[in-house]
């Protein structure tokens, strides 16, 4: 690893580390404050989150939180660009 790639890294996981993204083995058994969510996908999409996790090394619960606040972020933004719902529908 070249000292580019080091000091990349050491960014990165200092960013997830203030983003509340934890590595910790203890996260994986209990969790504070979670819901389970629950949803059938199909089997190529399953692989895919197989495969991208096992080589980022990653659990599926971090992948897909992240990826579900995202997505989030992204629908409550262009909800706030229109007018055609009411804001306080937003939590």
Do not use: W, Y
């Not at 000292?3 to 960013?15: A, G």
């Not at 996260?27 to 999409?45: G, N």
Request: glycine share 2%; hydrophobic share 45%.
């Amino acid at each position: 690893m070249n000292i580019d790639d080091l000091v990349q890294f050491q960014i990165l996981k200092h960013r997830a580390t203030a983003s509340g993204i934890h590595t910790d083995l203890h996260e994986q058994f209990d969790i504070p404050d979670c819901r389970q969510l629950c949803a059938k996908v199909h089997l190529s999409v399953h692989a895919r989150l197989e495969s991208v996790t096992g080589l980022l090394d990653i659990t599926k619960r971090q992948f897909i939180e992240a990826a579900l606040i995202q997505a989030l972020d992204a629908a409550e933004a262009a909800i706030s660009k229109t007018d055609a719902f009411d804001r306080r529908e937003l939590i």
